[in-house]
C-alpha cells in the first residue's frame, strides 16, 4: 500500500535534487536534451553500485575485492565471466561510478583527474562488454540519448567535463532509495523533468508514465486471485511502470517473463532501464521497439496479464492490409481511422492466455476526459452471460492541477469487481438480454443510475425572498440617492 507521507517526501526530494542538477544544465541545452543526461546517469551508477555489491558478495570468502581480483590474472577472466552471466555487463573497477565521484572532488593529480572522455569510455566498455552476450538485446543502445561528445555540453573538452562533472556529483548526493520506493524511480524522475519545464514541445508526462493511482487499479484488477503470472505483458509500456507494478500485486510477486513494447526510441531505453533498476534480470524481460499496431514483436506469445493505458483515439492509416494480421482478422472490420483505441484491444485479446488470460486496459469513454477500465478474463467462471458495470465518476480526490485516485478509492472499486453483485448508484451485473435492448450500448450510465433526487423547492418561499431582495435592493438606492441629494450631485 502507498505510504502517502512517504510518497510526498521522497518525490519533494527527488523533485529538489533534480532541480538542482537542472539548473545547471538549462542554459546550455533545451530540457529534451538534458533530462538524457540526468537519467542516463542516474541508471550508470545504478548499475555500478549493482556491480560493486555484487562482487562484495561473491568475493567476501575470498577475502579479496573487486579491485584486487580483478587487477590479479587469474581472477580477473573469471570475475568478468561472473558479472556477465549474473548481471549482464561488466564495469571494470575504475570506472565504478564512485571512482568516478573520487576524481572529481578529490583528486590525486592531474593525471588523475575526472574527465568526461573517461566517463564516455566507461558507458562504451559497459555496453560493448554485452555484445554478443546474451544480455545484448537488454542492453543495446540505452545510453545512445546521452550523447557526451555534444557541442551543447561546451564546446571544449574542459567545458564538458566540467559539466558532466557537475552533474554526477549531484546525483550521487541523492538517495534513490529504491527499495522503500513508493514510486517508480526513472519514470517519476522522467515526469518532475518535463514538468518543471512544461515548454518541453508540448510534451506531458502522460506518454511515458501512468499516474500511480491509475497504475495500482489497473494492475490490482488484472491479477485479483493470482498467486503468479507466467507471463506479463503491456504493448504501450511507456517506461514499464505498469508493468512493475503487476508484480507487487502479484501475491507471490513471481512473473516467469515480461513483454513490452513501446514506439517512442527515448522511452523505450527508459522501459529497460526501469527493468534492470527494479531488479528485473536481463533474461526475464524482452521490451521491444516498435509500433504495436504496425508489426507485432510478441509472435505467438499468449499472456497471462496484459495491461495498458494506450495513446486514446489515436489515429491511425487504417489500411486494409491490416486485416491479413490475425490480431484484427477475427473482427472482419478495421477500427475507425481517428479511433485506434479498438485495435489496441484486439491486439490484446489476441495475446490472451487461454487458461487464465486477463486484460486490464484503460480508455476513453464517450468524450476526451472521462476514462473507462476495461477488464477482459478468458475464462469468466459463469458470469460469461453477464457484464459487471461499475461507475467510479466520483471515487477521486480533488486537486488543483490533477485529481488523485487514493487508496481508499481503489479499495472501493476492487471490492464491488470481487462481489459481482448491485450496489445502488455504484455497480450493476447487466445481463445480455438487458445489454442487447440498450442496442449493445456499453456506455455507464446506461446501466448505473447516479442520479440524486433533489429537495423539493417550495416556490412560495422562494417568490417571498425574491420579493424581500427586490425590496432590500430598492431601500439601498433610495439611501444611496438620498445621501447624493444631501451633498447636491
Given at each position: 500500500m502507498i505510504d502517502s507521507a512517504k510518497y510526498q517526501a521522497q518525490a519533494s526530494e527527488l523533485s529538489q535534487k533534480l532541480w538542482a542538477i537542472a539548473n545547471d544544465l538549462r542554459g546550455n541545452m533545451d530540457s529534451t536534451k538534458f533530462r538524457n543526461y540526468i537519467l542516463g546517469t542516474i541508471f550508470y551508477r545504478y548499475l555500478s553500485e549493482r556491480t560493486k555489491d555484487y562482487m562484495q558478495e561473491i568475493l567476501k570468502e575470498d577475502g579479496l575485492t573487486y579491485e584486487q581480483a580483478f587487477a590479479d590474472d587469474d581472477y580477473r577472466p573469471v570475475v568478468e565471466q561472473w558479472s556477465i552471466e549474473h548481471l549482464g555487463y561488466i564495469i571494470r573497477p575504475e570506472n565504478l561510478f564512485g571512482e568516478l565521484v573520487r576524481k572529481i572532488v578529490r583528486p590525486d593529480g592531474d593525471a588523475d583527474r575526472f574527465n568526461v572522455e573517461d566517463y564516455e569510455r566507461a558507458v562504451n566498455e559497459l555496453i560493448g562488454s554485452t555484445m554478443g552476450q546474451a544480455s545484448e538485446a537488454a542492453f543495446s543502445g540505452l545510453f545512445n540519448d546521452m550523447k557526451l561528445q555534444d557541442p551543447d555540453l561546451g564546446d571544449t573538452v574542459a567545458a564538458r567535463t566540467s559539466l558532466i562533472a557537475k552533474v554526477i556529483v549531484k546525483i550521487s548526493e541523492i538517495d534513490f532509495k529504491l527499495a522503500d520506493s513508493q514510486f517508480d524511480v526513472l519514470g517519476t524522475a522522467y515526469m518532475i523533468l518535463i514538468g518543471l519545464f512544461a515548454s518541453d514541445a508540448g510534451k506531458k508526462s502522460g506518454e511515458f508514465f501512468t499516474p500511480t493511482g491509475p497504475s495500482k487499479l489497473v494492475a490490482t484488477l488484472a491479477t485479483v486471485g493470482l498467486d503468479e503470472?507466467?507471463?506479463?505483458?503491456?504493448?504501450?509500456?511507456?517506461?514499464?511502470?505498469?508493468?512493475?507494478?503487476?508484480?507487487?500485486?502479484?501475491?507471490?510477486?513471481?512473473?516467469?517473463?515480461?513483454?513490452?513494447?513501446?514506439?517512442?526510441?527515448?522511452?523505450?531505453?527508459?522501459?529497460?532501464?526501469?527493468?534492470?533498476?527494479?531488479?528485473?534480470?536481463?533474461?526475464?524481460?524482452?521490451?521491444?521497439?516498435?509500433?504495436?499496431?504496425?508489426?507485432?514483436?510478441?509472435?505467438?506469445?499468449?499472456?497471462?496479464?496484459?495491461?495498458?493505458?494506450?495513446?486514446?483515439?489515436?489515429?491511425?492509416?487504417?489500411?486494409?492490409?491490416?486485416?491479413?494480421?490475425?490480431?484484427?482478422?477475427?473482427?472482419?472490420?478495421?477500427?475507425?481511422?481517428?479511433?485506434?483505441?479498438?485495435?489496441?484491444?484486439?491486439?490484446?485479446?489476441?495475446?490472451?492466455?487461454?487458461?487464465?488470460?486477463?486484460?486490464?486496459?484503460?480508455?476513453?469513454?464517450?468524450?476526451?476526459?472521462?476514462?473507462?477500465?476495461?477488464?477482459?478474463?478468458?475464462?469468466?467462471?459463469?458470469?460469461?452471460?453477464?457484464?459487471?458495470?461499475?461507475?467510479?465518476?466520483?471515487?477521486?480526490?480533488?486537486?488543483?492541477?490533477?485529481?488523485?485516485?487514493?487508496?481508499?478509492?481503489?479499495?472501493?472499486?476492487?471490492?464491488?469487481?470481487?462481489?459481482?453483485?448491485?450496489?445502488?448508484?455504484?455497480?450493476?451485473?447487466?445481463?445480455?438480454?438487458?445489454?442487447?435492448?440498450?442496442?449493445?450500448?456499453?456506455?455507464?450510465?446506461?446501466?448505473?443510475?447516479?442520479?440524486?433526487?433533489?429537495?423539493?423547492?417550495?416556490?412560495?418561499?422562494?417568490?417571498?425572498?425574491?420579493?424581500?431582495?427586490?425590496?432590500d435592493k430598492q431601500a439601498a438606492i433610495d439611501k444611496v440617492e438620498s445621501m447624493l441629494h444631501q451633498l447636491g450631485l
Open positions: 503470472a507466467r507471463t506479463v505483458g503491456d504493448c504501450t509500456c511507456g517506461s514499464a511502470s505498469m508493468l512493475l507494478e503487476v508484480q507487487k500485486h502479484l501475491t507471490t510477486g513471481r512473473v516467469g517473463h515480461f513483454y513490452g513494447q513501446e514506439n517512442n526510441a527515448t522511452t523505450y531505453n527508459l522501459a529497460r532501464m526501469n527493468m534492470l533498476m527494479h531488479g528485473v534480470d536481463y533474461q526475464h524481460f524482452d521490451i521491444y521497439k516498435g509500433d504495436t499496431l504496425r508489426e507485432d514483436k510478441y509472435g505467438d506469445v499468449k499472456m497471462t496479464v496484459q495491461v495498458c493505458n494506450p495513446p486514446y483515439s489515436l489515429k491511425y492509416d487504417g489500411n486494409p492490409a491490416l486485416l491479413d494480421d490475425p490480431r484484427y482478422s477475427g473482427a472482419g472490420k478495421l477500427p475507425p481511422k481517428s479511433h485506434a483505441d479498438y485495435a489496441f484491444v484486439e491486439h490484446m485479446v489476441y495475446h490472451m492466455d487461454d487458461d487464465d488470460g486477463r486484460v486490464a486496459v484503460l480508455l476513453p469513454h464517450g468524450t476526451s476526459i472521462p476514462v473507462c477500465l476495461l477488464v477482459l478474463k478468458a475464462k469468466r467462471n459463469g458470469d460469461s452471460g453477464n457484464v459487471l458495470f461499475i461507475d467510479a465518476s466520483k471515487e477521486f480526490k480533488p486537486g488543483k492541477n490533477q485529481n488523485t485516485l487514493e487508496d481508499a478509492h481503489i479499495q472501493k472499486i476492487v471490492e464491488a469487481y470481487r462481489n459481482r453483485a448491485d450496489v445502488d448508484k455504484f455497480a450493476h451485473v447487466a445481463d445480455m438480454a438487458e445489454i442487447e435492448a440498450n442496442g449493445w450500448n456499453l456506455n455507464i450510465p446506461r446501466y448505473v443510475d447516479t442520479f440524486e433526487e433533489e429537495e423539493p423547492v417550495d416556490l412560495a418561499v422562494v417568490r417571498a425572498e425574491l420579493k424581500q431582495i427586490e425590496a
